[in-house]
């Protein structure tokens, strides 16, 4: 799909159909959500310049990322879109600057090309240019992240409540319970991780761009794109804040459950010392050997029970008394 924007705010949604000479020239941003070779080719013959393919979206190196052609400026950066999902995802969407025009090339629907296409027609004609739109939408696409990082924080401070609990409210919890937050905590390890590579990405992008004459000679366009990348240094910073706890939470978290099992296992270790004595008593009385003085008294059996119990209550008190149970 090609949906076109003017510099008033208002868009159109393009057809493939033979327009007139030069149609989208009324247009400042180009936007191709997942097109198709035939509008490709279509938005090719209109603005002179040739698209990237999906292929060459997700070239990683940073020469076949940010690059200057046929007078016009070709970045990509890797943004998330999912993010309220279960599993985020990183899709590659292309910038690129061209005679004022911006135009990307997109095959995923980050939330944040949402959020600036409703807010056009609030800017009241501030976008005139290609560089100072997308110096806007970055600004928006950075906003963006920074939201998901507050849900993420929000999630882990849900957690931390969750988890670092008293002693009494722990022993309520169902069986199993941490190692089920431990699959909450990969799922936000997860979602920083991409986070964190979308900022890298993305602070690329806006050093390549600052130092671009197109940018230069626009005040307000370097302006915005000074304080994107300022932003995108403190994310980042903040990003690696919240991967740092949740790092800290996973080594708690796992912490707690060693506890737990060295607490049954310190269980049944006692149990066992405790039902050692009485066992020994039993195993003496239980043998078959003629000459036993015992066998012959008729209070021989309460007191071998009577032994059994003493040696059974006397290492349970001493347990208690040394504070392991």
Known sequence: MIRAYRRDGSAEVIGTEPQ????????????????????EHFVESQIGIPLPTPDELKDIEPSSRLYVENEAIYMTASLIYRADSTYPLLTDVAFILHRGRLITIRYAEPRAFALFSASLLRLNGQCD???????HLLETVVDRTAEILEMVASRLDSLSITIFVNRKAAKRRPPRFLEDKLLDIASNHQLVGKLRDSLVSLARLVTFLQSQPVVRRDEDAAELCTIVARDIQSLGEHAAFV?????????????LINVEQNAIIKIFSIASVVFLPPTLVASIYGMNFKFMPELGWNFGYPMAILAMLLSAIIPFLFFRWKGWL
């Not at 740092?244 to 912490?255: K, R």
């Open 20 to 39: 007139a000479s030069n149609f989208l020239d009324d247009f400042i941003w180009i936007d191709l959500i997942k097109p198709t070779l035939e509008e």
């Open 129 to 135: 240019t290609g560089a100072k739109l997308l110096g």
């Open 243 to 255: 991967g740092n706890n949740i790092t800290f939470m996973l080594d708690a978290s796992l912490g």
